[in-house]
């Protein structure tokens, strides 16, 4: 496995404990330290400096010119040390997690190591978005002709990585992190007579849209005074523009920038409403666990990737312009008078973890066979 530290990482891998499979871990960021949630992998992280001296993170943050020039002799080359892992370990296959940070920095050794078994995983925007930026292009196009097994998490990215030269076997969509476990999320949800929340993802930055939700928002205080508004994970400018609307005096809305992935769930079983805006996604993972936790979702649907799991106006809304607060606004009107609860049971189903991860397991089972 080759992937940065991430939930979505964890999650997947888990999914391979107690199988038949010896599982390593190359952290691509050579940065962090052991997981102990996947304490049965063996994990190859603290590779990057050859020297953790007195003062590196004082000089990092206050010299950054200064602390490259040493960092041209402290830090080692990924593709020599993945070149050492691949030849202690000699795996008969390699998994990579995200395209620019877990397949193009080793791209050049796997090409050099041609007959040994690539997977990629895209996850988010790694094809959607990137494949308009040309630099970025050419790197999706040789990483994909390398690449012999492909996983995605929409339909969306499969047209989009054999349009850009993937010739490889497809291996299916699943959820980036895995399935949920159903069972042990009963636990967080309220009864939907006692819910009384909109929950609000809060990202901006390069494709998150929640400042039109908040727009949005702005004009239905009166429909939305029996319930708290709640903004998750707030980026920087979302946490400004609240402070410049009104919204902060309403004594309903709420705002928070990090939150645990427990606390998310807490939040979402007594949530109503659940509102997802960006310009690029993949299949959003927090659309999946509003599902699970059977809260209505209104969410945008980039290249049309959340239509595939939303049937517009029967399990939830999408957005169609994820810049048009009116839009929004008038969606937030149908969510407060919908019910999504049964319409749901089958997609619950597919993305519950035991048939997830049975499915994961033949597919690897199938790559070690071919």
Not at 75 to 100: C, G, M, N, Q
Not at 172 to 179: N, S, T, Y
Not at 220 to 249: C, H, R, T, W
Request: hydrophobic residues 35%; contains cysteine; charged residues 25%.
């Amino acid at each position: 496995m080759v992937a940065m530290p991430s939930l979505h990482f964890y999650r997947w891998v888990q999914q391979l404990e107690n199988s038949n499979f010896e599982v390593s871990w190359f952290d691509i960021t050579g940065s962090g330290g052991s997981i102990e949630r996947i304490d049965w992998v063996h994990q190859i992280t603290e590779w990057k400096l050859r020297w953790d001296f007195p003062g590196r993170i004082f000089i990092k943050s206050k010299f950054s010119r200064l602390y490259n020039i040493i960092g041209r002799l402290n830090e080692r080359s990924v593709t020599s040390e993945f070149e050492k892992v691949l030849k202690t370990f000699k795996p008969d296959i390699v998994h990579s997690f995200a395209l620019y940070v877990s397949c193009s920095p080793i791209l050049s050794v796997m090409r050099r190591h041609n007959g040994l078994k690539w997977v990629y995983s895209s996850w988010g925007s790694d094809l959607y978005y990137y494949q308009n930026v040309p630099e970025y292009l050419k790197d999706i196009q040789l990483v994909l002709s390398r690449i012999d097994y492909l996983f995605t998490d929409c339909k969306r990215d499969l047209k989009i990585a054999k349009s850009h030269g993937f010739k490889g076997e497809f291996l299916g969509v699943f959820p980036g992190g895995g399935g949920f476990k159903l069972e042990e999320l009963t636990k967080y949800k309220e009864k939907q007579e006692n819910r009384d929340s909109i929950l609000i993802k809060g990202y901006q930055g390069r494709s998150g849209r929640a400042i039109p939700v908040l727009q949005a928002i702005l004009e239905l205080q009166e429909e939305l005074k029996e319930f708290k508004i709640i903004v998750f994970g707030a980026d920087p400018e979302v946490v400004e523009y609240s402070k410049k609307s009104n919204l902060m005096s309403w004594g309903n809305y709420e705002i928070s920038e990090k939150i645990s992935h427990i606390d998310v769930l807490k939040l979402m079983g007594k949530s109503k409403i659940y509102i997802g805006n960006s310009n690029s996604d993949g299949m959003p993972n927090t659309l999946l666990e509003a599902i699970c936790m059977d809260v209505y979702p209104i969410q945008s649907n980039p290249g049309g990737v959340s239509e595939e799991i939303i049937k517009n106006y029967h399990n939830g809304l999408l957005i169609k312009n994820c810049d048009d607060s009116n839009d929004i606004k008038l969606l937030i009107k149908i969510g407060l008078k919908s019910s999504m609860f049964r319409s749901n049971k089958h997609i619950k189903e597919n993305l519950s973890y035991d048939t997830v991860r049975k499915l994961c397991l033949e597919k690897y089972l199938k790559i070690y066979n071919d």
